[in-house]
């Protein structure tokens, strides 16, 4: 599918440690320099042009056409709890990681992949994103977009706690489990399929809800309509000599939680935006990297 779009400002957002491969990383920048004149670095790809600090993920999807992320689905998450709001951003991701479920190519193919973008030769793939937001003492204390998922449990320690669920103000069922995961249909091939969650295709409108170790065994996820908003109470205390019971956002950014907090749940208004180029298939993707036979 041809879409003309006028990408004149490119930003590079690379993961973390990202110096021993600069090599492959000037290559990549020296194809984008044949497409466009003024190109944006992130704080761990600036050194390696001399371009000073560089500018925060946040300012460079604010000022950005198009972004470029190197390294792996962790670089994908942290990109998309950065998103402005009313700004969406496209977004070529290249696999610099392990798994790789949401990136588009490998350094090796990113010539041929940034040459059919600027083209206009690609197609987008929209991902919906979670609001997840915690309230104690009836007050807003922490809210985040989630691309992947929102995990509740205890830590590193393995004890029952209970999380009372309603959806649009009715109960659903009070689970007693190790936790909760609370998944998109992106991140269902993450941690919610790890624990028995079902694969979703992102194309589906639903949120995800898979208990971890229930202790009835009845109690099997679910999905749910993404125009539904639903609440999660936190009714076990967290005794002070245990690990404490936390929200983690996708992997990566945790809280402690207390008796009596609600998470609620909605589906953010902000998508994030993934741009495909011809040959990219959901099936062969899944069936490579979940190790399927053919």
Known sequence: ??????????????????????????????????????????????????????????DILKKCDLV?????????????????????????SVH?????????????????????????EYCEDSRSLLRVTVYRNNRKYFTSLALNDAVINQGGFSRLIHLRV???????????????????????????LAASGPIVHPKLEGIVLVPICPINLSARPIIIPNNRQFTVKLETEWREQKKPIVLTIDGQQTINLKLGDIIRVRKSSRTFTLLRVKGHNYYRMLRHKLGWSD
């Open 166 to 192: 309603e959806v649009n103000k009715r109960k659903l069922t009070t689970y007693i489990s190790d936790g909760l995961i609370i998944s998109t249909p992106t991140g269902s091939t993450g941690h919610a």
């Open 96 to 120: 610099m990681g392990t798994r790789g479920f949401l990136t588009e190519c490998i350094p090796s193919q990113f010539a041929r992949v940034i040459k059919s973008i600027f083209k206009g």
């Open 68 to 92: 470029v992320t190197i390294g792996g689905d962790g670089t994908l998450l942290k990109t998309a709890r950065k998103l402005h709001k009313g700004k969406d951003t496209p977004i070529v």
């Open 1 to 58: 599918m041809k879409m003309e779009k006028d990408f004149r400002k490119v930003g590079i957002i690379a993961k973390h440690g990202i110096a021993p491969r600069a090599d492959s990383v000037r290559v990549m920048v020296d194809e984008l320099k044949k497409y466009t004149k003024e190109l944006v670095y992130d704080e761990y790809t600036a050194p390696i042009f001399h371009a000073g600090k560089g500018l925060s993920k946040s």
